[in-house]
């Protein structure tokens, strides 16, 4: 099993839209379900397999005054992917702040490799499109542990893609950095 799956965690069920027919996506969390996704129509009509089709999620309710961070794009870190992550910030419109991280290397993709390449201008996207509310998630990683292939150390990783807690914390104090500059992290009653 996968470290960052927990063995008692619920399959990750997701509504929204394939193709403007609403329905479940659904991502079964077993051992013996590393990978694939299966949408699940609200009525019985469904496109033809193999046909290449977009998920469109319902916006989740996000509290108004809340931060909401976005992180994803890794297993499909193409040019649509900007396109979908500034969807998703859109239907976020209601959160205070969205920041938005970037995609990190996988321990086969070094600098220079053609899928290196890829997530280099996939980040490049993403801080041109979201300015001071992206955070290069790969620049943090590296800073924190420097490696000379530029993939973030095996340390920081729980697999080849996946952080460890410890490159989960980098992360997260990556992240209330950010906050702390954009006057969004809470203020103590002390100070």
Do not use: K, Y
């Not at 193709?19 to 129509?41: C, I």
């Not at 009525?43 to 994803?72: E, H, K």
């Not at 542990?145 to 992360?171: F, I």
Request: proline share 9%; charged share 25%; glycine share 8%.
């Amino acid at each position: 099993m996968r470290e960052h799956v927990q063995a008692d965690m619920d399959d990750i069920r997701m509504r929204g839209a394939l193709d403007g027919r609403a329905g479940l996506l659904v991502h079964p969390v077993s051992a013996a379900a590393a990978d694939g996704w299966t949408f699940r129509p609200d009525s019985p009509a469904d496109p033809a397999p193999g046909v290449r089709r977009r998920f469109r999620a319902d916006p989740l309710p996000i509290p108004p005054g809340a931060v909401a961070v976005v992180w994803c794009g890794r297993n499909n870190p193409g040019p649509e992917v900007a396109e979908d992550i500034d969807a998703i910030v859109a239907g976020a419109a209601s959160a205070s702040c969205v920041l938005v991280l970037g995609v990190t290397a996988a321990a086969d993709e070094p600098t220079g490799s053609p899928a290196s390449e890829v997530i280099t201008a996939l980040n490049a996207e993403l801080a041109r499109r979201h300015r001071e509310r992206f955070v290069d998630v790969q620049a943090t990683l590296l800073a924190a542990a420097p490696s000379a292939d530029g993939v973030p150390v095996a340390r920081l990783r729980s697999d080849d893609v996946h952080l460890s807690p410890e490159g989960d914390a980098v992360v997260a104090d990556a992240i209330r950095a950010r906050l702390v500059a954009l006057d969004r992290w809470p203020r103590s009653s002390g100070s």
